[in-house]
């Protein structure tokens, strides 16, 4: 019985918390059956009316063929060759005919008049059921939406709808329209940022639990808001991964195959778990954004709170995606500074769309990295209007094509304190300096150090030579990797797997966490720190 009873208040309690949300959807029901048992009863008096038609039309058909029959029958021209009564009875007969014939026409003229008025009633009718439908009564807050389609409602519009509706109107306008997720794109974080400031604590809880794919994606809202409305993205998510899991489980079963031998079912694991990292209370790991099907990720390692000095946006290089971070491999240097400064430091481990995936031709375009720069830059600019991360030290970390991506923002317009190259791919041909931050690289003798050196003419075939060490940055000596490219000199013919798989190894161990790359992170965290003061 207690358990009954705590169950009861604990339903009474979630009902209570619903209830403005269910009177809203009970009126809406109402009248929208008011609306459905009008029109049904309109379109029933219609449907009489278009079956007494139909028999009229019929009748009035026969008439006017049968009128037509005897009108052909009786001649228009007088026989001569008879007299007298004969010829005024032909007179009469054909002026019968003629009569009936014209009665005939008139009433089907007639019965046409009143069809095409039974096709203006019914448009009549439809139009007043849709209107009713459509009615703010019924649809709440979404009636604006029935009119015209979501891709055509202004930023100013949409920001407006989302003050007022209530959890319902949200999660029906998000699952409806999954469009809106985006609709916000491109728009002036500091605009975001005074809107979600000027919300009662209350309604910005609403629109993070029923207008969670809105928030979570929204430059401007802070960091704290979008990780809970990401919990809830990555909830949703797990279930659908989950189900795609057990679904190649059981195909692999069904084909007498182990599934822990394939290799996809494995990624769909890890996948999982991460998914249940991020979706529990509190989340172990925090989203900041999350919308795998656009290839969007980023994620918050440590939590702002008026302690943090240092905010980091780590973007990967060529080859990142989705299940990088799904295997906790994109995020290890992030981690490890966060793990050496827990209170004082924030990192973002940031890919927002598509990375390169040919080193050779995307990681090598200036205009490709000039997009996801100006990208980049928005991120930045929604940062700093984060109260608990505005201000503080900022630090852009590029591995590779990422260092790329890091000073093609800064054209965009981001500013960073510090620029950190790990192995740096290159700048954009414009790019100089910025007099009031500091820049380093920290690289191996890898497999990119080494491309970099390749001339074709007076230019370099990585980024037209503006590699970071040749643009500026500062930088020591290159460190000694386990096994370095530089372990095959002169080999290049006898052994040339093993020499590019060295300086490929050496070339990512500058993204780990690694013990073999402690004496680079260590560089690269006095870097960071002396350059703060």
Not at 158 to 173: H, Y
Not at 274 to 295: C, F, G, M, R, T
Not at 427 to 447: E, G, L, M, R
């Amino acid at each position: 019985m207690d358990w009954e009873a705590a169950s009861q208040r604990s339903f009474v309690a979630q009902l209570s918390k619903h209830a403005a949300d269910i009177e809203l959807v009970a009126t809406g029901l109402e009248k929208q059956a008011e609306a459905l048992t009008t029109y049904a009863g309109q379109l029933t008096q219609i449907k009489d009316r278009q079956t007494v038609l139909e028999r009229q039309r019929s009748a009035a058909q026969n008439r006017l063929a049968l009128a037509r029959m005897k009108l052909l029958a009786t001649p228009d021209v007088p026989n001569f060759t008879k007299q007298g009564d004969s010829d005024d009875d032909g007179r009469k007969k054909r002026a019968a005919a003629e009569t009936a014939n014209t009665d005939a026409e008139a009433d089907l003229r007639a019965i046409d008049a009143l069809w095409d008025q039974l096709l203006t009633d019914r448009r009549s009718i439809d139009t007043s059921c849709a209107q009713a439908l459509e009615a703010g009564e019924v649809l709440g807050g979404l009636a604006v939406l029935s009119t015209g389609t979501v891709a055509s409602i202004g930023s100013d519009v949409f920001l407006k709808m989302l003050s007022e509706l209530s959890r319902a109107d949200l999660e029906i306008l998000t699952k409806q329209f999954p469009e809106t997720r985006n609709l916000l794109d491109g728009a002036d974080p500091c605009k975001i940022a005074d809107w979600w400031d000027a919300l009662p604590r209350e309604q910005r809880d609403v629109l993070i639990a029923g207008a969670s794919t809105v928030i979570g994606g929204l430059n401007g809202i802070p960091a704290l808001d979008r990780v809970k409305a990401n919990r809830l993205n990555a909830k949703f998510q797990l279930a659908r991964v989950e189900t795609k899991l057990e679904d190649r489980e059981r195909i692999a079963r069904d084909a007498g195959r182990d599934p822990d031998d394939d290799p996809d079912i494995a990624d769909l694991r890890r996948q999982v778990e991460y998914l249940h990292d991020a979706s529990i209370e509190p989340p172990k790991v925090q989203l900041y954004l999350y919308q795998p099907e656009l290839d969007r990720i980023v994620e918050m390692v440590g939590t702002p709170s008026a302690s943090t000095e240092k905010v980091v946006t780590y973007s990967p290089g060529t080859f990142g995606n989705l299940q990088g971070f799904y295997d906790r491999n994109t995020q290890q240097v992030s981690t490890w500074l966060q793990q050496q400064d827990k209170e004082g430091l924030v990192a973002f481990v940031y890919k927002d769309g598509r990375y390169p995936q040919n080193p050779l031709t995307e990681a090598n375009d200036e205009a490709y990295a000039r997009r996801t720069g100006a990208q980049l830059a928005a991120f930045e600019d929604g940062l700093s209007q984060d109260p608990l991360l505005a201000g503080r030290q900022s630090i852009g970390i590029g591995h590779s094509w990422g260092t790329a991506n890091v000073t093609s923002s800064e054209l965009a317009g981001a500013h960073y304190d510090t620029v950190i190259s790990l192995s740096g791919a290159g700048t954009p041909s414009s790019w100089v300096k910025n007099s009031q931050t500091h820049y380093a690289d920290f690289s191996y003798p890898d497999i990119l150090q080494d491309a970099q050196d390749i001339r074709v003419g007076e230019h370099g075939v990585v980024w037209g030579g503006r590699n970071p060490r040749e643009v500026g940055f500062d930088h020591g000596d290159y460190y000694k990797a386990p096994l370095s490219w530089t372990n095959f000199p002169g080999n290049f013919l006898v052994n040339p797997l093993l020499r590019a798989s060295a300086g490929l190894d050496a070339h990512n161990l500058t993204a780990t966490s690694d013990d073999a790359n402690t004496d680079l992170l260590d560089d690269m965290r006095d870097y960071i720190y002396t350059t703060e003061e």
